[in-house]
Structures are given as C-alpha cells and as structure tokens.
C-alpha cells in the first residue's frame, strides 16, 4: 500500500512563502511521477504542477513564476515551494504519485496523500 504524507502547510500573511513537503512509502515505480493539487474553498481540485522522476516539469499557467516544484534527493520525495502567496491561493493542498509522465492530466494518479492546509490572509 502506497502512502503519502503532506507537511509544511499553514497560515501566512499575503506576500509570505510556504514550503510544502511530500514523502510516499511503499512505492516501487521504476519511473513515476509526482504532483501536487489543490482545492479552495468551494472551488474543484486543481493541478498546480507535476514532475517526473527524470526531472521534466509541467505547471499550471496561472501559478508559473510563483511556486516551484522540485523532488528530494531521496527517491519519492517531493516539494513545492510557494512565494508571493495570495488569499486565493488558500486551500487544501494535495501531494500524489503516479507511474507515468502525463503532466497535470487527471487519469495520471495512482494515490493520494490526505493533504495540508494553506491559509493565506490578506
């Protein structure tokens, strides 16, 4: 059984930084890749961005230049650092895992961590 665990989320002040943190166990992909999603309040879960366990990158438009996705030196570990935070941001943030490169594409997940908070106040 795969499981992964968020950590790192909170409440910052609009302007601040966050960095998330994901770590999944029980996974033997060969080649995978990792993502983080959000949900807002009231609002659909969305892609923030994904990458691969090659290292290629894919985001979403609204948020390029503003968080940064990056895997850990150890295998199946993730982040995703976020700056210039704004209330909208603010959400239930998602770290997940899949075993092949399809971007944000939805059918790409294989299992879901339960998720850390973000609150961002204006």
């Known amino acids: 059984q795969v499981q992964l665990v968020e950590s790192g989320g909170g409440s910052v002040q609009a302007g601040g930084s966050l960095r998330l943190s994901c770590a999944a166990s029980?996974?033997?992909?060969?080649?995978?890749?990792m993502g983080w999603f959000r949900q807002g309040p009231g609002k659909e879960r969305e892609c923030v961005a994904a990458?691969?366990?090659?290292?290629?990158?894919s985001y979403a438009d609204s948020l390029k230049g503003r968080f940064t996705i990056s895997k850990g030196n150890a295998k199946y570990t993730l982040f995703l650092q976020m700056s210039s935070l704004k209330p909208k941001d603010t959400g239930m943030y998602y770290c997940?895992?899949?075993?092949?490169?399809?971007?944000?594409?939805?059918?790409?997940?294989?299992?879901w961590g339960q998720g850390t908070q973000v609150t961002v106040s204006s």
């Open positions: 990458i691969s366990s090659g290292g290629t990158t």
């Open positions: 029980g996974a033997t992909y060969s080649n995978y890749q």
């Open positions: 997940t895992i899949g075993w092949r490169w399809l971007g944000c594409h939805p059918q790409a997940w294989d299992y």
